[in-house]
């Protein structure tokens, strides 16, 4: 058919094989095309669907029927090959729930009942008598839409499905199961919405949950992260002192780095980054957050299970009993095998599991399709198979067709480059999913039951994903890339409802199936078959492949292979002219975006830069493995950055700033190809098109300019802006410099190194890629010349280390010119090769021509080159001259003193002659060597003379025994004794064969023993007497081999008689051997004389049966044996195959169940004649051919009848009503011989016929029954199809033609007859012309005539009411009215213009409409009708201006502010402050004494009253839910201006916008006025907020920009409260609160003439100048005295701020201790046990650790009495000092337990008096008042002498 004539699915058998009818499709599903290739389009594969694409690709799927001559063999062997399943439960496609962790859902849930409700789940909850999963429960209603959807559908049904799988539920339990959700899950579900609805925050996740009381909380909280302070500055929290730098890794990237974006799972405690994850998230989510493998549960994960292994035959009967256990053994159609599909995919039949052997690597598990190294089946004929094996079209070929992209991959992909065979079941499914890649694909359906395919093209591919998450939100939640792994399914009518649209192909054996890019697809199996797929990419696949690559790039999955290497192989590989402009298109966005992230890259700081290493197949895509980014796992092949922190950790472009936390400058940029390697690569395409064109050749050039480029890529240096190319100038430059300057290392390398941030550049880098490329050759230049001086400076003749330099490398340095750089060494290496060249000449001079050098001449030359430090070549030849001098004459010297025969070699004389010729050194041993030559030559001669005449064996001997003694080995000699050896070994094998030579029975092993020896001795060449007996005795072996030949194999009559005759001339005839020969010979004649007798005569079967058996006893080959044999299975095979006919005969009027042909009759007839044996059933079946021809003959004449009826010429009304008779009795006639020929049980060729006439004659009465009644739409449609499969005689015929237009009219008629749903209506002339060609066919219908007449009329009529509303007045034009007529017109209008009109006003309106409810019903909830929202709106607004024209704010009557409808019924409270009215349910604040108080304190005041303002654009001060937006309703205003007719909403809104604009200036008036105010009192300001809170509050209408401004004025007021309240109080505040407020002052834009902020500064400065001071006092070490401390503190305490932490300092410091009175100063200190005074250890002269027990000289005095005692109790302790507690708190008074302390406690306490100030305040205050400082001074005289010890030894 081609390209051009694509058709919907037929009707009718689907296949050889298949048990299922095609119908059309169950789910209203439009049909893809199908194309009919003719065989010259058939040629070439990616030709056809080049062409067919415009067509199918809109389809997203299409279907290829080949050519009738196209069937390619199976290839596999059926009885052998088996395969893996894996089973797929069918049930669970698409309704299963998602496969949560319980345990996760059971952390998150008890988390949010903690932190929102204050407890916790205690119990379970309990339905039916189990335990509730509430976490399955949950996802089921999200699945649904929620709580609030699912009640409104009645979806409690399906949720029961999710949670239980069972299928029926009662009332009673559904209602049990909300209530039950309405408990517990509720609020959580507001909660996720909510989470869901808010923008995250840009910080750090976890630090938001920092106030968590619970032990649970703390363990998250503590665990290892990074949080911000409150000064924004990172730390780190809970992190052990051993632990590494990284306090997190990332599982992904493996990396501690970026730990501000670390996302860590809130019950594995792993982290992620937010862009390592697959797919990324933007930024950190609000709430808790868990990874997926903490959300998913394996216990409950969904995939398909691999299966057991089958053979086909097992698979076969398992897919048979599968089929016959859901159908039966009837023929199911297709509307009932798809209904079934998608019922038990929706989960309402139950649960279904079946096996599918799906992705078989047919290079593992073998092709359907023949291929070259696969073995070919005995079956199938060679050229068959090497026909389909290079077939286009056969699936292993396709991938790597000419034109095809995929040719450039080097490995096989198995399913990509490798086809992958699929066997099926019923029901076994592929799940919805596109191609790697976005490929194209190719499945080949070989065999089976069809294959049912759903398809979604490309282009809606965004809307296939949206609808998919929207229908299945709970799996998308818990696998985000849940479309990759191919196991979800979703019925198409989901799809098609929410306007993805969906098609349909049914594929049948031998069909092909493409797929389209990005065209999502799946399907399931009918029943059992094998199919095979693959992808291929035609040059059109280009663009999706780029689009795929970037989906890969988006989810961060592992792409397939590299779509960059991909179009870079391409364009060096070759390709045809329509690859160009796809290729082009794609270098260009490749090349594009690469310039674009390296310029990004480039001004970022990344300058280091370095090529990677070259491919060893740059011709082959994927011949190396390239590496991938650790962020999104592409492969990196153009260019990655690297850094030195991780050496093997790669990142693409996008992705740099992932890889670490170093500086760029570390960074480094690994590029394969330069940007003008790419843009060369470009041109490269541009240039094939230009030969394919007639257009001249355009220069060469780079896409972006340099201007351009220079402009986009500047960054700045030190000097300023510069750009790249500036830069690349002034390196040029200065790398000019450095060659001119004295070579210098250093100064290359970083020429070298700033230049790498160039040369990854386009076309304008070129200059500095030459430079660089001239600095490389000048350096290894300069460092060659260095190194070679080097070593020659350092070689040492004595040292075998140290290697010389060669003189070849030192001349190719020197013959530079000129000179890459400024190296003045090379002078120096100059002067040492012009002396190693003088004396190569004199070597050369020597080794030149024979002259008379002595070896000790050549010897000196070698030791002078030896001592160079330059190594020269001809120092080598120079030693091998003298080294061969002295060996040839060793060796001649040998050769001349040998004495042993033969024991030197001719050649080895004859070599030492030639080498003696090429000595440049004369030797007397030459004369020598000479001389001994001239013996060998003589002996040669005489060896020659002998050899050339005949040779006698006794004149050899004679010679050879002479010969002996020689020691020279001469050839001629050698073979000589070699002839006289095999002669004397010849003659001893003959006589030992003729031992017994007639008695031996292997004769055979005889005639090869003489054959070999008579061919021996002809060979010799020495002569010998008994060669002709050889031949004598081999003739004699030969008769007795074939004479005992003839007793083991049965040989023929001829050859026992030439073996006698043979016999008898050798003379061996009276051997026993031929006596028994002679006996057989006797024997075999006698019977072929008796057989030749019972052939000609032809006789009884008995006779050649005996002849037979005589047979068997004669060991001899009979000439008659064979023609005896051919008779007997002659008539054995005749009568065999007659058989059947003749038992046909006893089963009269029963079908036979195996039909014969009447030919082989026919054929058993005729053979009979020509038996050679009597029988008599050949006159039975010449009877039963008699009875077969009479049939035949009335079944023609019934044929010809049938025929008559087609070709009647005319046709009318009168002839219709018999004609219809005449058929019925036709048809009668037809049954009734066929029935009597199939009772024959003979395949007549007349059977078909016979049924293909009742076939096209019950059509004809088909049709013909549609003249008095009228069909539908679809019976027409399959009668038409119907035609195809009837005879092509009818076809043809008068009567066929007819009635086929008849149809054909039928179905136009029916076609353009106006419905309701039908999308294409026909015109009304198109129904004129319909009815026009009723008059032209044959065969009336008058039933169709009369409605194609009727529709016309109502057409017309409806016509005219459209003109009547158009004509009448614009205020009659109502939308109702409107309406009216679109409805009507569906039903009654064809095409026209008016309905048109009506159609696109009506859509109009109707948007509009929705969008008005679309905007009011989610601000004020499901409000239907709009106009009654639209008034309650309007309501809201009248009392917002209300309050606006009020000073007061509050209305006369009794009336609340926040309720828009008042109810007299309800009461009503005033607010203590304002005197407004409010319902009690109204306000937010929750009443004190509800009983006995009527009044209360509004929320407005409570707000304007306790400062606090909301962070929501004043959303909580909203009644009712949200509010309409001004701007929204002004566009819905100026959407609605040009509408056809009135619409009453339009006045409403109108409205609207006029009081919305009126409160929004009263709105601002109040606002101006608040901002701008600055004096002291707050009151006016603070009742004109409240008043305009209030309207703002009730108002229904919202204003972004007024709502910031209302917001803004609120916060400054709030501020100037807190700060009044904060200055005012009975409290005195510290700094940081006027710190903060002031802070808070400048972000909200406080003015600073304001009295408040100028207030704050004044006490901020007061209080930091005494805070200084007081600190500087506190640490003075007592340099001020305690007057001016004291002072200093009542100052202190006198501030309006309080200084805690100062005035504690200051009072510590009043305090004076030990005898210096001293303040604390850090030094050690002890107490005294009795009077709690402390002493300095220095100025108690107390060295020694700490005593238990301590008492001061002022409390014991010191008297030699008391001497012993104390040394006895101290002596107790080590001599330790007696040890006192600090005297400072009321505990400090009581005696410590000293026995409990440790030393290095008592050192703690003696040494920090820190805790002094870890008191209380009020304590602290107390202490302070009762101090007494002075209270030992009166003891102080009295004791001073004995404490002057002390004093004397501290001095």
Known sequence: MGKGRPRAVEQGVLGHSSTTSSSPGALNIPQAPVFYPTEEEFKEPLEFIYNIRPQAEPYGICRIVPPKNWKPPFALDLQSFTFPTKTQAIHQLQVRSAGCDPDTFELEYNRFLEDHCGRRLKKRAVFEGEELDLCKLFNAVKRYGGYDKVVKEKKWGEVFRFVNLVEKISECSKHVLCQLYREHLYDYEIYHSRLSREKPVKKCKKGMQGDRKSAQGSDVSSSKRRRKNSDGESVKVGKPEEEDDFDQICEQCRSGFHGEVMLLCDRCNKGWHIYCLSPPLKRVPLGNWYCLDCINSDKDSFGFVPGKCFSLEAFGRLADRSKRKWFGSACASRLQIEKKFWEIVEGTVGEVEVMYGSDLDTSRYGSGFPRINDPRPPSIAAEVWDEYTASPWNLNNLPKLQGSMLRAVHHNIAGVMVPWLYVGMLFSSFCWHFEDHCFYSMNYLHWGEPKCWYSVPGTEADAFE????????????????????????????????????????????????????????????????CAEAVNFAPADWLPHGGLGAELYRSYHKAAVLSHEELLCVVVKSGYDSKVSPYLKKELLRIFTKEKTWRERLWRCGIVGSSPMSPRKHPEYVGTEEDPTCIICQQYLYLSTVVCSCRPSTFVCLEHWEHLCECSPSKHCLLYRHTLADLNEMVHMVDECNLEHTPRSRIPRRQFTSL?????????????????????????????????????????????????????????????????????????KWAEKVKDCLSKIKTWSGDSNNNVKVSLGDVETLLKVNPVPCNEPDHLKLKAYAENAMILVGEMEQALSTFSHVSLAELEMLYSRASVLPVYLEESVKLADEIASVKVWRESVQKCVSEKRPAATEVDALYKLKSEMLELHVHLPERELLLDLLGHVEAWQTRCSEILKGPISLKEIEVFLLESDGFSISIPELKLLRQYHCDAVSWISRFHDVLVNIQEREDQRNVIEELTCILKAGKSLKVQVDVLPLVE????????????????????SLDFFRQVMEEASLLKIENEKLFIDISGVLAAGISWEERAKHILETVGQMTEFEEVLRMSENIFVILPFLHDVEDAMAMAKSWMMRSQPFLLSTHLTGHASSCFMKVDILKELVAESKLLRVSLK?????QRILEHCEAWEHDVHSLLDCVESVFNMQAIDIEIMNGLTERIEGLVANIKRATTAGLSFGIDFDEIPKLQNAASALEWCLKVLSYCSSAPSLEEVESLIENVEYLPALFSSSILGSSLLNGARWLEKALRVVPEPYRQKRCKLNDVKKV??????????????????????????SWQEQVLAFCDSKSGEQSWS??????????FDAFHCMELDLVTSETEKVEKWILRCKDVVGSCLGDVNPLQSALLKIKHSLDRSLYFYENSKGCSMEKLCVCCCTDSEEQELLACLMCKDWYHPSCLRSKLANTSSAKESICPHCILMENAVTSKNGGRPLISGGKRVELKILIELLSDAKDFFVRVEERDTIEKLVEQALACEACLTEVVDFALSYLDKDLTTISERLLVAVKAFSVSGVYDHHSSCNLESALARNSWKIRVKRLLEGSQKPVIQQIQRLLKEGLAINILSEDHFIQRLREVKHIGMQWADHARKVASDSGAVGLDEVFKLITDGENLPIHFEKELKLLRARSLLYCICRKPYDQRAMIACDQCDEWYHFDCINLHKPPPKTYICPACEPLTEELLPNQNERSSSTNDAEPWTPPPQHSESKKRPNKVTSTMQQKMLVVTDLSNILRRSSEIDHLWWRNRKPLRRTARKRAVIERLSPFLHNSQ
């Not at 790398?735 to 304008?764: D, H, M, V």
């Not at 059933?1177 to 079946?1181: A, N, Q, R, T």
């Not at 060609?1333 to 017309?1356: C, D, S, T, Y």
């Not at 009215?1377 to 569906?1386: D, M, N, P, S, V």
Request: aromatic share 8%; hydrophobic share 45%.
């Open 1032 to 1051: 004598v005795e081999l003739k004699k072996a030969c008769c007795r081999e074939k004479a005992l030949q003839a007793f083991s194999t049965r040989m």
């Open 1177 to 1181: 059933e050949p006159e039975m079946l």
């Open 1331 to 1356: 009815l026009d060609e009723a008059q032209r066919i044959k065969i009336p219908f008058p039933v169709m005539v009369g409605r194609l007449v009727n529709a016309i009329e109502k057409h017309k």
């Open 707 to 779: 201007k351009e480029s220079s402009a986009m890529t500047k960054k700045q240096v030190k000097g300023g802006l510069a750009s790249q190319a500036q830069l690349a100038e002034e390196w040029i430059l200065s790398s000019c410099k450095i060659l001119q300057t004295p070579f210098s290392r250093a100064a290359y390398i970083n020429a070298l190194k700033e230049a790498e941030q160039f040369l990854w550049g386009g076309l304008e880098m070129d200059p500095v890629r030459d430079m660089a490329i001239n600095l490389v050759k000048a350096q």
């Open 466 to 529: 949206q609808v998919m998450k929207n229908s299945l939100p709970d799996l998308f939640d818990a696998q985000p890339d849940l479309l990759f792994q191919l196991v979800t399914m979703l019925n198409p009518s989901v799809l098609q409802e929410n306007g993805v649209p969906v098609y349909s192909v049914l594929q049948e054996p031998g069909n092909f199936v493409i797929t389209f890019p990005r065209s999502f697809h799946g399907g399931f199996n009918f029943g059992l078959n």
């Open 1377 to 1386: 009215a409107l309406l009216q007529l679109k409805e009507l017109g569906e």
